[in-house]
């Protein structure tokens, strides 16, 4: 059974850091690709990251880009989303998914009509 467990979330300044996990099991990391999302109250979900099963190569929207790096520890069945230089727009629920596709060792755009399990989610909030 596919799952994915989201933690790490909380609350930062302006200019903060915070670093989410997101802890898989059902599946190996190298087979699937891992995407990072999050929803602001009354917006739709926006897809921020993603990392590739195979090989790892991760790719990131404007809007993160140069402050958000995506990683992985596939021994600890574990992604990684550290987020620096928080502003008050970062504040959201974040999620990890994974694609459901044929070729789901590959990322998918990042809409979220392509990704078909999804963690609980994490809230973050950055607040002076």
């Known amino acids: 059974q596919v799952q994915l467990v989201e933690s790490g979330g909380g609350s930062v300044q302006p200019g903060g850091s915070l670093r989410l996990s997101c802890t898989v099991s059902g599946f190996s990391l190298d087979s699937r690709s891992i995407g990072w999302f999050r929803q602001a109250p009354g917006k739709e979900r926006e897809g921020l990251s993603c990392?590739?099963?195979?090989?790892?190569?991760?790719y990131y929207t404007d809007s993160v880009k140069g402050r958000f790096t995506a990683s992985k520890d596939e021994a600890k069945n574990t992604v990684y989303l550290q987020m620096n230089s928080l502003q008050s727009e970062d504040t959201a629920v974040y999620y990890c998914a994974t694609p459901t596709g044929r070729f789901n060792y590959l990322c998918p755009p990042l809409q979220p009509d392509e990704y078909g399990y999804w963690g609980q989610g994490a809230q973050v909030t950055v607040s002076s």
């Open positions: 990392i590739t099963g195979s090989g790892g190569d991760a």
